[in-house]
């Protein structure tokens, strides 16, 4: 069975494009480095599809006033070249997204100072039950579930800002089993990076270590127990491929089944 990255601080998910929350570092605790908190840190946000304007084709039609957001647990983190475990009778879907690494504390932070409370970024698919999301959506009810499984966010290593030269000049991939599924730019986002930034920290205090999932490009569908997925992050002026991530999916034994609700 494949075994979650332990968690970071906060994966925030400013919708499609969530999150249980550990326990604060307590005074004298020694701090996370960047590349570190990836792997323990405290919480995890993600953006949804109105976050980037082609994750669907009317998506302009009704671009929203501010982001939309919801949580994710980061037991749901799973390292590259891990194994993604599909539930039983769960249909899930890739979504690839390019995560923010929040390098320190931060309340009511102003788009014009953002970008100093970013320490890098990651590459990172989120994973979407989505039946089961259909269903609680039906119902008016909460994503948890659909959402929330072990192995649900596959995420590659932590590349430093000083890396990524415009992060909204950036390409997003996805392959599975080698045929492209995924292919969309960072330039097409609905709201960037600072307004992502300022949004969340006028609602919650956004921490060092935190990752915000950014939304996902067109694309998206199924991923079955034996595929093969591949996705890298690419520099598109240059051509440089900045990282790289990829996982097999599984069958998961045990656990949760969908049956409907």
């Known amino acids: 069975m494949a075994a ?18 550990s326990h604060p570092r307590q005074e004298g605790q020694t701090a996370l480095s960047p590349s570190r908190s990836i792997q323990h840190g405290p919480r995890s946000w993600l953006l949804d599809e109105t976050t980037t304007c082609n994750a669907c084709q009317e998506a302009m039609e009704y671009a929203p006033a501010e982001p939309f957001m919801f949580l994710k647990p980061t037991s749901s983190y ?21 995560g923010i690494v929040i390098g320190k504390t931060g309340r009511d932070i102003s788009e014009a100072e953002a970008d100093s409370y970013v320490a890098g970024y ?3 698919v989120d994973m979407t039950g989505r039946n089961v999301q259909d269903h609680v959506k039906k119902k008016g009810l909460p994503w948890t579930t659909a959402k929330g499984f ?14 990524i030269t415009d992060p909204h000049n950036l390409t997003l991939t996805l392959k599975i089993n080698g045929a492209f599924k995924q292919n ?12 992502l930034i300022q949004h969340i920290s006028s609602i919650m205090t ?22 093969k997925v591949e996705c890298t992050l690419v520099d598109t002026a240059s051509g440089k491929q900045l990282a790289s991530l990829d996982f097999d999916a599984v069958s998961r034994a045990g656990g949760y089944k969908f049956v409907g609700l």
């Open 4 to 21: 979650a990255i332990p968690p970071p601080p906060l994966l925030l998910h400013a919708r499609r494009h969530g999150c249980s929350r």
């Open 78 to 98: 799973l390292a590259s070249g891990g194994k993604m475990e599909i539930p039983e009778g769960v249909l899930a879907h890739h979504e690839v997204e390019l």
């Open 122 to 124: 990651a590459l990172a």
């Open 150 to 163: 072990d192995t649900f966010t596959p995420i590659g290593s932590f590349t430093p800002r000083e890396q």
């Open 184 to 195: 969309g730019s960072t330039s097409a986002m609905i709201f960037q990076i600072p307004r």
């Open 206 to 227: 956004l921490e060092e270590g935190d990752l915000i999932l950014t939304g996902t490009p067109e694309g998206v569908s199924q991923v079955s127990p034996g595929n």
